[in-house]
Nanobody
Framework: VQLVESGGGLVHPGGSLILSCATS????????MFWYCHAPGNEREWVST????????NYDNSVKGRFTISRDNIKSTGYLQMNDLKPEDTAVYYC?????WGQGTQVTVSS
């Protein structure tokens, strides 16, 4: 099983990005998925969680109200919509599903 991420990049403060995490796993919709971030000098940190059906979500306080996690179980893809980005959001973002991890996508917020 592979998780393939896309959507990172360089944005100005206040900008938006949407990250995608695609897999071919036929059982994707049976389990929750997670997003983490890893900034230089820090440990990998949890960002958000979505339940298998997508009807329950949780967020770290630092992103609550700015980020939205979602999923499309038909497409076996998860998303992280990131709005009002701040320089402190700069990190490599990873999706996680069961024991599988995406390759990471760099998000850089800078003026």
């Amino acid at each position: 099983v592979q998780l393939v991420e896309s959507g990172g990049g360089l944005v100005h403060p206040g900008g938006s990005l949407i990250l995608s995490c695609a897999t071919s796993a036929s059982t994707f919709g049976y389990f929750g998925m997670f997003w983490y971030c890893h900034a230089p000098g820090n440990e990998r940190e949890w960002v958000s969680t979505i339940s298998a059906a997508g009807n329950c979500t949780n967020y770290d306080n630092s992103v609550k109200g700015r980020f939205t996690i979602s999923r499309d179980n038909i497409k076996s893809t998860g998303y992280l919509q990131m709005n009002d980005l701040k320089p402190e959001d700069t990190a490599v973002y990873y999706c996680n599903w069961l024991q599988y991890w995406g390759q990471g996508t760099q998000v850089t917020v800078s003026s």
